[in-house]
Each structure stands twice: as C-alpha cells, then as structure tokens.
C-alpha cells in the first residue's frame, strides 16, 4: 500500500487570503501525479496534471508545485474566494501500469 | 458535464445480491478506473482498464470483478453484497494511462 499524505486534512480561511497545502508521496517509482477539486455533491475535477521533477503549473490563482526527488508537491490559492471551497485531492501514480493512489484530501472552506 | 456516464444513479438492495454498475467513458477515452468512497472515507481505487485489458488492480475484493468491452465501457460487478459495500462508487476515464481523469456522476450503492 502506497502512502500518500495530505495536509492539512481541512483549512479555514477568510475570503482574500492565500493559501497553500501540501501532498506527500513516496519519492520512488514515480510516473505523474495530479491535482482535483471535489465539490460536495458533485464529482472531482482534474486542476493538474504533472510528471516532470520541478514542474509549477498555473490555472488562474490556482498554481501547484512538484519535486519528485523528495516527494512532495504543494497546491498554492492565491486570494481565496467562496467559490474555492472544496476537498482537494492529489494522485499519485506509480510503476509501468500506473497504479493510482488517492491522497485523503485536504478540505478548505473559504469565509465570505 | 464530464462525458462520463454511469447508471444507474440510486441503487438499493439487500445483503448476499450481485448487482451490476455500467460506465461509458467519455469519446476517445481508452482508460477506466473504478473507485470506491465509503462513508468518511476517501478515494479507493478499485481497478483499470485500457482498452478492454486489465492495467492496474487496486484494493478490489475478490466477490467484485469488473470488465471493458470492445465498444470501451465497463461494468463493475458486485457479489455477495455486504452491509459494508455499501457506498459511492465512481468511474472515470482519461485518453491514454496517465492522464487526467474524467469522473462520471457515481451510482450510490445502499446494502440493506
């Protein structure tokens, strides 16, 4: 069993600040790993998608980070808004058949 | 809407049936992942298919099996139901292996 880690497991923040969560996972065998936001009551959605060591991706105020060699990737929000308010979730995929694996989940609430 | 389809929505039965979960990924998608989320529980994969071969195995019990036909969707198939099978379970597809998932809606299993 593959460990991913998230931290925090939730966060509250007000609307305008920034903030940022980490993903830990095991820094061998390493094949991609991606970010998703899961809105209660619907279904995750892919942010990222990233498989390079040193990768940043941006989407909006949205950006994430990755450095496979220590197993690690942070998701930075810039100006929190309500709308932000999800669990997001990270995936690590490993080995030549791409086993998935699932963080838990870290689950902001952003206060107007 | 992710293209991802699943039927049915709702299901409700009773300890010791088999029940059958149908997934349509979206057009082109040749990857289909299974995932379990039990109450307070996260994502849990169950198994992948890339275009009708088995890819990957995750924490899948041996009473469910899963297949992708030729036409790419997929059935998970669900025996001896438990009182703690009962669940989310949700599909979802991506291009090749590795890349961004596209979730369908799930189908809410209630074991009674």
């Known amino acids: 069993i593959l460990n991913v880690e998230q931290s925090p497991q939730s966060l509250h923040v007000q609307e305008g600040d920034s903030t940022n969560f980490t993903c830990s996972f095991p820094s061998s065998n390493f094949y991609a790993l991606h970010w998703y936001r899961w809105e209660t009551a619907k279904s995750p959605e892919a942010l990222f998608v990233m498989t390079l060591n040193g990768d940043e991706k941006k989407k909006g105020r949205i950006s994430a980070t990755l450095n496979t060699k220590e197993g690690y990737s942070y998701l930075y929000i810039k100006g929190s808004q309500p709308e932000d308010s999800a669990t997001y979730l990270c995936a690590f995929y490993s080995g030549g058949y791409q086993k998935v694996t699932f963080g838990t989940g870290t689950k902001l609430q952003v206060i107007p | ?112």
């Open chain 2, 1 to 112: 809407d992710s293209g991802v389809t699943q039927t049915p929505k709702h299901l409700i039965t009773a300890t010791g049936q088999r029940v059958t979960l149908r997934c349509s990924p979206r057009s082109g998608d040749l990857s289909v992942y299974w995932y379990q989320q039990s109450l307070d529980q996260g994502l849990q994969f169950l198994i992948q298919y890339y275009n009708g071969e088995e890819r990957a195995k995750g924490n899948i019990l041996e009473r469910f099996s899963a297949q992708q036909f030729p036409d790419l969707h997929s059935e998970l198939n669900l025996s001896s139901l438990e009182l703690g099978d009962s669940a989310l379970y949700f599909c979802a597809s991506s291009r090749r292996q590795g890349d961004e998932q596209y979730f369908g809606p799930g189908t809410r299993l209630t074991v009674t």
